[in-house]
């Protein structure tokens, strides 16, 4: 007897999309609320699954791994104290990319970081080693270094980390409309620098799921 093939609707395909990405969201407010109610397991957990993410982030605010680390330590010390007074568990993530923000912005007026900088490419997490994708992640990566800082900011966040416009506007304390405007205005940036290098320039630049939920 031959087997029915299931067709799954657009709505059921959301929603399997969907399910992994709240799984890890679930999981990430159960570690808040426990590491809040003093459970040393849940917080190490926490670092565990947020420490390369929020290193990241300060590497493509400050171009520097190294300082990087030490912007990332200051702000679990930081996150650590105020963990208590967080009274959203799921807005950790917003609340702590804040703070790595305002500690790399601190790092970068201390040391005279405020234009464009090159991004020290040692020790970088995900990059392939297979040549045609290495060769693109060192175009991508020579490009951003060229962009301005709050571009290059504000393309990560997007991009690479996945944050809606409303998320980056919490992480940023910038409104909206403004971090639209940066996003556009970076990805002319971006753009400009790709075809300077004689790349073939891409039809049109395609909006993230989120953008395309939240706009």
Request: with cysteine; hydrophobic share 40%.
């Amino acid at each position: 007897m031959q087997e029915k093939s299931v067709n799954q609707t657009p709505v059921q395909t959301d929603i399997l999309l969907w399910m992994p990405n709240a799984a890890e969201q679930i999981a990430d407010e159960i570690l808040v609320m426990d590491a809040q109610g003093g459970h040393r397991e849940a917080f190490d957990m926490l670092v565990s699954r947020w420490q390369k993410r929020l290193w990241w982030h300060a590497v493509n605010l400050t171009g520097r791994t190294e300082a990087a680390w030490d912007i990332a330590q200051e702000s679990w010390l930081h996150i650590v104290k105020g963990l208590t007074r967080l009274h959203d568990p799921a807005r950790f993530g917003c609340w702590a990319y804040r703070i790595v923000s305002h500690k790399a912005y601190d790092w970068r007026r201390r040391y005279g970081h405020e234009g464009p900088f090159e991004i020290e490419l040692e020790d970088m997490p995900g990059v392939t080693s297979e040549q045609g994708k290495l060769e693109m992640a060192g175009d991508i990566h020579q490009i951003l270094c060229r962009l301005r800082a709050r571009s290059q900011v504000v393309l990560n966040l997007y991009y690479l980390e996945g944050f809606s416009l409303a998320e980056i506007a919490s992480i940023l304390e910038t409104p909206e409309g403004t971090v639209k405007s940066r996003l556009h205005a970076a990805r002319i940036e971006f753009r400009k620098q790709w075809e300077s290098l004689g790349k073939a320039a891409p039809t049109a630049t395609p909006a993230s799921g989120k953008e395309r939920r939240h706009e």
